[in-house]
């Protein structure tokens, strides 16, 4: 059994930094994937960051903004978040994969419960 539970959200003014983290306890590897994804009410659940060992790839919308990074002997993952907007306000979500990265939400096997994130203009 995999668990994975984030934390760091919070309410920020637009501009400002948020680190979150995801700890993940049970059966889970250094090999997997792992990776960010966000829901903002109403719409869709969105990929916004993924690694495997030195391979990441990030969404269009936070290149240069967001830093995804992990630490595999303490079993954390991270997304560090620069220069927050509005936009970027909605509940963060920590997954994992037995595969690559991947943008594809359906390729992750295992997903925590979520940390909000709200961004004030």
């Known amino acids: 059994q995999v668990q994975l539970v984030e934390s760091g959200g919070g309410l920020v003014q637009a501009g400002d930094s948020l680190k979150l983290s995801c700890a993940a306890s049970?059966?889970?590897?250094?090999?997997?994937?792992m990776g960010w994804f966000r829901q903002a009410l109403g719409k869709e659940r969105d990929f916004v960051a993924a690694i495997r060992w030195s391979d990441t790839t990030y969404a269009d919308s936070v290149k240069g903004r967001f830093a995804i990074s992990r630490d595999n002997s303490n079993h954390t993952l991270y997304l560090q978040m620069n220069n927050l907007q509005p936009a970027d306000s909605a509940l963060y979500y920590c997954?994992?994969?037995?595969?690559?990265?991947?943008?594809?939400?359906?390729?992750?096997?295992?997903w925590g419960q979520g940390t909000q994130v709200t961004v004030s203009s």
């Open positions: 997954a994992a994969a037995r595969g690559d990265v991947s943008p594809r939400r359906d390729l992750y096997d295992f």
């Open positions: 049970g059966r889970i590897f250094s090999s997997y994937a």
